[in-house]
C-alpha cells in the first residue's frame, strides 16, 4: 500500500497539529451550545474520531453515509444517502464534519438537507479544501488545508475503497489508476 504513494503532502504530525487547532475554535465557538456533531461516512470516519477528541464541551455525534465518486476519481454529480441520521435535526446547532470538500456537490446537498429539517444553525468543519475544482458556491466555517488540484488518499480518504487506512494524506503513483 504505501508503494503506492508518489508523495506524502500532510505527515501525521501535521494533520495532528491542524485537528487540535480545529477541535480548539471549535470547543470556543460552541460553548453553551451542546451541538450536534455530524460525521459524514466513510471518508471523514477518522478525522471525526480525532476532531471529537480535541473537543471539550459536551457535544452529541451521529453518522451519516452519503457517497458520489464510486470507485472513480471525479464526482457522478448525484449524491446518494445510504444512511441517514438517528438524530432529529430540528433546533439544533448542527457541524458537518468532512474530510474534503471538492466540488461541494456532497456538502451543498447536505447543507440543504439540514436546512429543509429546520435545523437551528449548519455550520462545515473540512479538514481538506480544494477551492479550484468547485462547481457550487461553497465554503466551510472551519478549514485544516487548503490544497492544490490532485486527488489524494489516507486519514480516511480513499481511490476505490483503498487507503484510507493510511495514517498521513498523499498522491498516488499515476500508474495505480491505470492498473
Ligand atoms: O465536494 P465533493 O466533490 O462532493 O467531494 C467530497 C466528498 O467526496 C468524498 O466522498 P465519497 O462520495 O467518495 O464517499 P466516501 O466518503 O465514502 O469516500 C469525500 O469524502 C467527500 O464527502
Ligand atoms: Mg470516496
Known amino acids: 500500500m504505501q508503494n503506492d504513494i508518489q ?40 478525522f471525526m474520531a480525532d476532531l471529537s477528541k480535541n473537543i471539550t464541551i459536551p457535544i452529541e455525534l451521529d453518522f451519516m453515509a452519503v457517497s458520489s465518486y464510486g470507485n472513480s476519481t471525479r464526482s457522478s454529480g448525484e449524491v446518494k444517502i445510504i444512511k441517514d441520521l438517528d438524530a ?4 439544533r446547532d448542527v457541524l458537518i464534519v468532512e474530510d474534503i470538500i471538492d466540488s461541494g456537490l456532497t456538502l451543498s446537498y447536505l447543507i440543504d438537507v439540514l436546512e429543509r429539517r429546520n435545523a ?42 483503498k487507503y484510507r487506512n493510511l495514517p498521513y494524506v498523499g498522491v498516488l503513483k499515476p500508474e495505480v489508476y491505470s492498473s
Open 7 to 46: 508523495e506524502v503532502l500532510y505527515s501525521q504530525e501535521a494533520i495532528q497539529q491542524k485537528v487540535q487547532e480545529l477541535g480548539a475554535a471549535i470547543s470556543r465557538d460552541y460553548d453553551g451550545r451542546n451541538p450536534l456533531v455530524i460525521c459524514v461516512l466513510k471518508g471523514a470516519f477518522i
Open 120 to 161: 437551528l444553525s449548519v455550520n462545515v468543519v473540512a479538514l481538506f479544501d480544494k477551492p479550484g475544482r468547485r462547481t457550487v458556491d461553497l465554503n466551510a466555517d472551519y478549514t485544516g488545508f487548503t490544497i492544490p488540484d490532485a486527488f489524494v488518499v489516507g486519514y480516511g480518504l480513499d481511490y476505490a475503497e
Open 88 to 91: 432529529f435535526v430540528e433546533g
